[in-house]
């Protein structure tokens, strides 16, 4: 608040500076008299920093079946780790995150029945950034029901150290004769080897035979570990394979 007094019978210019804001101020002045000025931390209502405004990041999501056949690119979910910021993708697959600082992000891509794909992000301005097309693969329907130890035949390389047979359940209709199904063969140096931890990944693939055998959907799958391979991944000493 600024307290002024006055004796001018004219039309008064009042410059003053109040909170490290300037401000002018106009009125009539007749004789002696006390002008009572207030004001606010603003000037006429304008804050002249306004707020910045973050990045828009947008992008596509695309969507195939188990045999590599598109599928509907809606309804695929695109969050950043460690937050509640998230969008859903529409029929086209499209996506659009507002309003992000600076930063590195982590982005979750998800949808049912197609597992989590993370996908690494660094925005370095406010400028938009455009991801090129994401690919969600659906579940394989391929199972191992079970692993069983087997000795060495006649055909084993001198050098193989284990070997074991898979039966696997594949979908008929999906991979009839001669389409390949195909499983993931994970190895590691821990009994903690997954999917996400792992020193080695091999996709194995066969198909059925033909003609198709008598009972379909389930078949055997010879899997052999060499001491040459093994040693070459770093895995080296005595390993038991479990």
């Keep these: ?6 004796k001018q019978t004219q039309v008064e210019r009042l410059y003053f500076t109040l909170m490290n804001k300037s401000y002018v101020s106009a009125g009539f002045v007749l004789g002696s008299s006390l002008c009572m000025i207030t004001s606010c931390n603003k000037s006429n209502g304008v804050d002249p920093t306004p707020a910045a ?16 056949q598109p599928m509907s690119e809606a309804g695929s979910t695109v969050m950043i780790e460690g937050t509640d910021k998230k969008a859903l993708t529409d029929a086209q697959g499209s996506f659009e995150l507002r309003d992000l600082k600076l930063g590195k992000y982590v982005l979750n891509v998800s949808r049912a029945g197609m597992g989590t794909l993370r996908y690494e992000l660094e925005i370095k301005s ?58 993931m063969l994970f190895l590691g140096n821990t009994s903690e080897v997954s999917n996400t931890s792992y020193v080695s990944a091999t996709q194995l693939s066969q198909s059925e035979s033909t ?16 001491a040459s391979s093994l040693n070459s991944l770093g895995l080296q000493g005595v390993t038991r394979y479990t």
Excluded at 1 to 6: F, I
Excluded at 140 to 152: H, I, R, Y
């Design 53 to 68: 405004i973050g990045a828009i990041v947008s992008g596509v999501v695309l969507a195939q079946d188990e045999v590599l």
């Design 126 to 183: 406010p400028a938009p950034v455009d991801i090129s097309s994401i690919m969600l693969d659906q579940e394989s329907s391929t199972q191992v029901l079970s692993m069983t130890p087997v000795g060495k035949y006649m055909h084993s390389l001198a050098d193989e150290v284990a070997a074991f047979e898979c039966q696997i359940a594949y979908n008929p209709q999906l991979y009839p004769a001669p389409k390949l199904y195909s499983m």
């Design 211 to 226: 003609p198709a055998p008598a009972i379909r959907g389930i078949a055997k799958m010879r899997i052999a570990f060499h």
């Design 1 to 6: 608040m600024l307290l002024v007094t006055t």
